[in-house]
């Protein structure tokens, strides 16, 4: 049973902005078939009474009041910016014209 | 583009029923950011109010705010909602340069409230119950300047620069289940929702909601089935539709677009749509992304939020009056029509009045001054009524001053003015600009034989029984006076001194 198609790695590909070629696709897709299926074999294990983690830590409701702390500095917050511009990130086009 | 031909309203509801679903965004009141400590005030200097934690940094942690979560469960209880005892953040992932960590943080299948209602009014006094699906804890998005474009819109922008100041300040969304039943009501439904939801909001004080600045914003989801079948047909989703009267208008126009395309045989494309103020339409955004397409899943970086029943118990204890059920009370006690409630409403008068009559003042005449001088004032400014330089503390003085006969409501309108125009309280305007009520019985008593002496043939008139004729030797009085005489008390004198009996 095979965890994931080619075109399965291209739809996440284009999801995370990744140019991928042809090549890397195939490649891709069975080294992540690999992954999917070693993490699979977890669930052969995990029973019903197993409850699935999101968090190692037995905690709950940690919480911070709501009292305001400094912020960076503009000139910080900018300072690893590939571009600025009015004090603004400054981002490449977003859409083309359509 | 094509543009589509629009079926009228009515001909739309004879074939077709409407389902709604509305989603709504509110920005929480916090002070601070809801996973970070940065700073949620308005107008500060673009990137100012960032940290390593709202800017997606490596290595910072993310904590949830205590208010924040406190507010999204007495939202809940306020819509009669169940409050999950147990319950997670979740990643949203996209690419957008609005948000610097490439997702943003909500609650996917575990919100902290579902399951609720929210009773609104219609216009005419009818109840509608709206079923509440889920409220649940996000974080807002950054803001996008788009340049080099000809309208300053996204298409044909060379590029965009952000301000990430409102990236990670407290969202609640609040989601209605599919509101059918509606039907030509539809629109007005939506409004009634979306401005009692505003209510709502307010009074609990976990947000002032004002649409205008985007502390509200509304996604209007609809679609049609044709009239006798249950199955629903394809959505669309307009997105930012940010006043009541937009959600009303943008209700209605898809009703008419969908009814349209439908009934000339097309289908509707499930996609986004923006919603312009200018002419009421909808043009067409970007096709949906499948919900699978967020990748969503549960963020490792934040704990569990898990709300003993305690504090549930504790907040549905604080919960104020609900808006409506106010609103009736205060529309009993004052003695006013359900018509002219709506309109004190709508003018955002209602707080205003309880509040003018909690310092000393008449219903009738508090809301006679807030909802016909000031509300005139406020117009002409272009200001909400609480935006208007004065308080109702001041207002009930003036009407008291009304009511004792050092003013009357010429001159009540002239003191109005002085406060609005800053010239101090009541009593100080007043004094300055002399506003009092002519009192002295010997300068009245002078204005009077002035009248009657200018004005021999009136005053023969009125000696021969057509008292009506009065009126006009009032009106010589008022005019030498400056309006300054109580016109009752000129009245009852010129009637006297020509043998008269009023």
Excluded at chain 1, 55 to 62: I, Y
Excluded at chain 2, 92 to 114: G, L
Excluded at chain 2, 299 to 327: C, F, I, K, Y
Aim: with cysteine.
């Amino acid at each position: 049973m095979p965890g994931i198609t080619r075109e399965e790695v291209a739809h996440l590909a284009r999801l995370a902005r990744l140019e991928l070629k042809d090549e890397e696709l195939e490649h891709f897709a069975g080294q992540l078939d690999d992954i999917i299926g070693a993490v699979a074999r977890v669930s052969e294990v995990a029973d019903q009474d197993v409850p699935p983690t999101s968090h190692p830590l037995p905690l709950t409701n940690v919480m911070r009041a709501d009292e305001v702390r400094p912020s960076l500095t503009p000139e910080q917050a900018l300072n690893g910016a590939p571009a600025q511009e009015q004090q603004r990130f400054k981002v490449p086009q977003i859409l083309g014209e359509d | 583009m094509t543009v589509t031909e629009l079926v009228s309203y009515e001909d739309a509801l004879a074939s077709y029923d409407p389902v709604m679903g509305l989603e709504v965004h509110v920005e929480l009141g916090t002070k601070t950011k809801m996973f970070c400590g940065c700073s949620t005030e308005l107008g500060a200097e673009p990137n100012s109010q960032t940290c390593p934690t709202c800017l997606g940094m490596p290595g910072s942690l993310p904590v949830v705010n205590a208010v924040g979560v406190e507010s999204a469960i007495k939202i809940g209880l306020a819509l009669h909602c169940e409050i999950a005892e147990w319950c997670r953040f979740a990643r949203k992932n996209y690419f957008y340069p609005d948000m610097p960590k490439n997702f943003q943080t909500s609650q996917y299948d575990e919100p902290i409230a579902f399951n609720g209602y929210l009773d609104v009014q219609l216009e005419d006094g009818e109840v509608f119950r709206v079923e509440i699906e889920r409220a649940h804890m996000e974080e807002d998005t950054g803001k996008s300047t788009h340049v080099g474009g000809a309208t300053g819109r996204i298409h044909g922008a060379s590029h965009s620069l952000l301000d990430y100041n409102r990236a990670g300040i407290p969202l609640i969304e609040i989601v209605t289940k599919p509101i059918v039943g509606a039907g030509e009501r539809a629109p007005e439904v939506a409004k009634a929702y979306v401005a009692e939801l505003r209510e709502l909001i307010r009074a609990l004080g976990v947000s002032e909601a004002r649409m205008e600045m985007g502390q509200m914003r509304c996604d209007v989801n609809l679609s049609l089935r044709p009239n006798g079948t249950e199955k629903f047909g394809t959505r669309s989703e307009t997105k930012n539709v940010n006043s009541l009267r937009s959600v009303e208008r943008a209700a209605r126009y898809e009703i008419q677009r969908h009814a349209a395309v439908l009934s000339s045989g097309g289908t509707i494309v499930q996609e986004t749509r923006h919603f312009h103020e200018d002419d009421g339409s909808t043009t067409s955004g970007r096709v949906k992304e499948e919900a699978e397409d967020y990748r969503y899943f549960p963020e490792p970086d934040l704990v569990p939020v898990a709300p003993s029943r305690e504090w549930v118990e504790e907040l549905r204890a604080t919960l104020p009056e609900l808006p409506r059920v106010r609103r009736n009370r205060l529309r009993e006690d004052w003695g006013v029509s359900e018509h002219d409630m709506q309109s004190i409403l709508n003018a955002g008068a209602v707080d205003l009045i309880v509040a003018t009559i909690e310092a000393g003042a008449e219903a009738a005449a508090a809301r006679k001054w807030w909802m016909g001088e000031l509300a005139r004032s406020a117009n002409e400014s272009g200001k909400a009524l609480d935006e208007l330089a004065i308080t109702p503390a001041q207002v009930a003085r003036v009407t008291a001053l009304v009511k004792e006969g050092s003013l009357n409501d010429k001159l009540a309108r002239l003191c109005l003015e002085g406060v609005l125009a800053g010239e101090g309280d009541p009593d100080t305007v007043v004094e300055k600009r002399g506003l009092k009520v002519v009192s002295d019985e010997g300068a009245l008593g002078a204005a009077v034989d002035e009248a009657i002496a200018g004005n021999a043939a009136i005053a023969d008139k009125i000696r021969g029984g057509k008292v009506a004729a009065v009126g006009a030797l009032v009106g010589a009085v008022m005019k030498t006076t400056r309006g300054q005489a109580d016109a009752a008390r000129v009245k009852e004198l010129i009637l006297q001194k020509l043998g008269v009996e009023g």
